[in-house]
């Protein structure tokens, strides 16, 4: 149903906003699922788990090359710009939750996000314990470590890997749940756990949910409130309606 909130709110209020590719796909960003989403062009099990890796790290690092190029040249959109504009509004109740890797929220000012699914932008070692660093390289093969020479890969969360910072966003729920607390998916289909179950949890605990994306999610009955369209048009236009 699509809605729209009643009257300004309150600073007080608290706001997790969790985004997935929709987001970024007004920025030229391809999403993964749907028409042109990348899993139409690439089979997940070949590019996106350490087994691919191990199989085949040339085409793995040829498919992060090519979304590395890409994510550099693209520019933050209203919805990102949106999402500034209300932390430097309502600075730590709001918390940014993002599956995204390509880095658009910190182009767009955003800070202290909490990025389940990695960065684009860092690379790590497949084979040492050397942490991650910032990385924004295009490789025509697979580069080394300096310090072990195993293969460095895209310090990307890939299927069958522990996700980060899930639990504080978990936390943030519980610990703001009777504080006035809105919980706002954009842009994502709901298909990837764990960051799926955020929806889930945030209903168990009473906090009104509400999703905006451009076609109805496969979990849309999780969703107090479901607002159909564009997040460059929609998200803008209900932050403005709740906070700003
Ligand atoms: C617009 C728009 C516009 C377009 N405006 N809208 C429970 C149940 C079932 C399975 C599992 C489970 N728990 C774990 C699993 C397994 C697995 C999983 O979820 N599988 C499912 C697919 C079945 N999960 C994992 O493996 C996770 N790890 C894990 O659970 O580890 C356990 C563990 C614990 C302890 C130790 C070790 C392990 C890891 C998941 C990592 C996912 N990574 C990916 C790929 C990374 C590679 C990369 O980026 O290249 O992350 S998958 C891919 O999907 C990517 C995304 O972040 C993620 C979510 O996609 P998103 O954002 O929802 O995009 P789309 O394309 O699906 O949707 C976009 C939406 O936007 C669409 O609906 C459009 O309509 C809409 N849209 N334009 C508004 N302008
Ligand atoms: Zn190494």
Redo the contacts with the bound molecule.
């Keep these: 149903m699509p809605g729209s909130l009643v009257s300004a709110k309150p600073l007080g209020m608290k706001i997790l906003v969790m985004t997935?590719?929709?987001v970024s796909?007004?920025s030229g960003i391809p999403?993964?699922?749907?028409t042109n989403?990348l899993w139409r062009t690439h089979r997940v099990e070949d590019v996106?788990s350490p087994e691919a890796f191990r199989k085949d790290p040339r085409l793995v690092w040829d498919f992060y090359s090519e979304?590395r190029a890409k994510a550099r040249d693209a520019h933050p959109n209203k919805a990102h710009l949106a999402l500034k504009v209300l932390q430097n509004t309502i600075g730590k109740n709001m918390l940014l939750v993002t599956?995204?890797?390509d880095g658009l929220h910190v182009k767009a000012g955003n800070t202290d996000i909490i990025e389940l699914?990695g960065n684009l932008f860092e690379s790590r070692c497949f084979n040492c314990g050397r942490p991650p660093f910032k990385d924004s390289k295009v490789y025509n093969e697979p580069p080394r470590c300096t310090m072990c020479y195993g293969y460095l890969r895209p310090n990307?969360?890939?299927?069958?890997?522990?996700?980060s910072g899930f639990m504080e966003a978990v936390k943030f729920i519980s610990d703001n749940y009777k504080d006035d607390l809105y919980y706002i998916a954009?842009?994502?289909?709901?298909?990837?756990?764990?960051?799926a179950a955020l929806t889930r949890i945030a209903k168990d605990f009473q906090v009104p949910t509400w999703i905006?994306?451009?076609?109805t999610?496969g979990n849309v009955s999780e969703f107090t409130h479901f607002i159909q369209g564009?997040?460059?048009e929609m998200l803008p236009k209900l932050l403005k309606d709740i906070v700003l």
């Design positions: 997935g590719a929709g796909a007004e999403t993964f699922r749907g989403g996106a979304r599956q995204n890797v699914h990307i969360v890939w299927f069958g890997e522990q996700i954009v842009g994502t289909s709901g298909t990837v756990y764990p960051a905006i994306n451009d076609e999610p564009k997040a460059s």
